[in-house]
Structure formats: structure tokens, C-alpha cells
């Protein structure tokens, strides 16, 4: 079974643009995660989303929004990027099943995007 | 407010000892998750270990176990018979409730260095 995918991997943008990070997640998982890994705050959630609904949201600006699509994979979109966004962007995929069971909980993370702000 | 506190920054291990790296966490819910990955240099976080808060028996995947004391709110990884390539950055982390499973909260992370 593949992993996690994220495109791209490394990622160069000016202050003041826009970016969009691409994740497809592991087959027949429904639940889509990013987070946010810097040196100075580490891992912080960003949001997830659940058949294409966002079902959480954490503590970030408006500028970071995402989507999912029918399929499962889902975008994460930084505007107006500032050097402070500069970071590594995980994503994660999990079965995510209400019911539980073996494996419902466990997120499967990509290799990541790494994006640095100029 | 939840918490994962991770207070050892780094640790070292000679290799085919065993070692525990601690993880406290905080929280008022019943009902929650907490996880063990490891990120290696190249980045990829890798899911090593899981325990359901209303899991009995302590969770085990080969070399890996998850020392879960309740009462304490401690959820300490254990590795057994430590490996060169065990070297990496280990993150415990929690999530809350079944809705919430989406949504981790990390600790600060513990530098495992093992040595020949």
C-alpha cells in the first residue's frame, strides 16, 4: 500500500505570495491532517479535514486555509507569506473510524514540504 | 489545557541496552490517544507505538512498548535492544476524544543519540 505523498518537497517563495502544498493520503483514508514544524514552536496542528468537511482547526491566521477534495487528498494554501512561515509542513492521513477498532487512530504522516520564506 | 511535556531534550543509549524516554501528559477528557513517532534527520515522521486511554494492557510492537500509567499521566516509550539507526527525534504526542483523533498535540521532542 503507498504512503503518504506530498508535492512538493522543497519549496522557495518570496514574502508577500502565495503557495499551495498538495497531500494525497494513504488509500481509503477519509481523514487529512497538516501541521506546522518549526525549531522555535515544533509540531503544531494546523487543521484537518474529514470527506472534504473540516472537522478541526487550530490556532492559525486566516492566511492558512485547505480543502479536500472527493478523493481524500486535500491542498493547504498559505497567502501572503511572511519569513516567519518559513517551516516544515507535514501532512497526515488516518482511517479515522468513529466505531474504532485496530488502527482507526493512527496518523500516517508524508515526508513533508519543506517551504522557506526569502 | 492540554499538554504533552517531554522533559528529557536529549538522550544517549549504548547500543543493545535498553532505554525510556518520559512523556507526561495533561488532560481533563476521558477519553484520548497517545502516540510515539520517531523523525529521523530526513524529516518523515514515523509512527511507532499507540495507546487508547481505556486500553488495559500496556501496547507493544516489536521492540517498541509503551509504559502507560494512568493515574500518573505518564505514557514513557520504552525500546528494547537499542539500534544504531534508532538515533533520532522522538515525539509523543495525544489526541482527544473520537471526534478529535485528527488532531495531535505534540510534546517539545527528545534527541535519542545511540552509540556503537
Known amino acids: 500500500k503507498a504512503g503518504v505523498t506530498q508535492t512538493p518537497r522543497y519549496l522557495i517563495k518570496t514574502r508577500g505570495q502565495q503557495v499551495t502544498l498538495s497531500c494525497s493520503p494513504i488509500s481509503g483514508h477519509r481523514s487529512v491532517s497538516w501541521y506546522q514544524q518549526t525549531p522555535g514552536q515544533g509540531l503544531q496542528f494546523l487543521f484537518e479535514y474529514f470527506s472534504e468537511t473540516q472537522r478541526n482547526k487550530g490556532n492559525f491566521p486566516g492566511r492558512f486555509s485547505g480543502r479536500q477534495f472527493s478523493n481524500s487528498r486535500s491542498e493547504m494554501n498559505v497567502s501572503t507569506l511572511e519569513l516567519g512561515d518559513s517551516a516544515l509542513y507535514l501532512c497526515a492521513s488516518s482511517l479515522s473510524k468513529l466505531a474504532g477498532g485496530p488502527g482507526s487512530y493512527e496518523q500516517y504522516f508524508g515526508p513533508g514540504t519543506r517551504l522557506t520564506v526569502t | 489545557a492540554q499538554k504533552i511535556t517531554q522533559t528529557q531534550p536529549g538522550m544517549f543509549v549504548q547500543e543493545k541496552e535498553a532505554v525510556t524516554l518520559d512523556c507526561t501528559y495533561d488532560?481533563?477528557?476521558?477519553?484520548?490517544?497517545l502516540f510515539w513517532y520517531k523523525q529521523p534527520s530526513s524529516g518523515e515522521m514515523i509512527f511507532l507505538i499507540y495507546?487508547?486511554?481505556?486500553?488495559?494492557q500496556n501496547a507493544t510492537e516489536g521492540r517498541y512498548s509503551l509504559n502507560f500509567q494512568k493515574a500518573r499521566k505518564s505514557a514513557n516509550l520504552v525500546i528494547s535492544a537499542s539500534q544504531l539507526g534508532d538515533s533520532a527525534m522522538y515525539f509523543c504526542?495525544?489526541?482527544?476524544?473520537?471526534?478529535?483523533?485528527?488532531?495531535?498535540?505534540f510534546g517539545q521532542g527528545t534527541t535519542l543519540q545511540v552509540k556503537p
Open positions: 504526542a495525544m489526541s482527544l476524544g473520537s471526534s478529535n483523533t485528527g488532531k495531535l498535540i
Open positions: 495507546q487508547g486511554s481505556y486500553d488495559e
Open positions: 488532560t481533563s477528557d476521558q477519553s484520548y490517544g
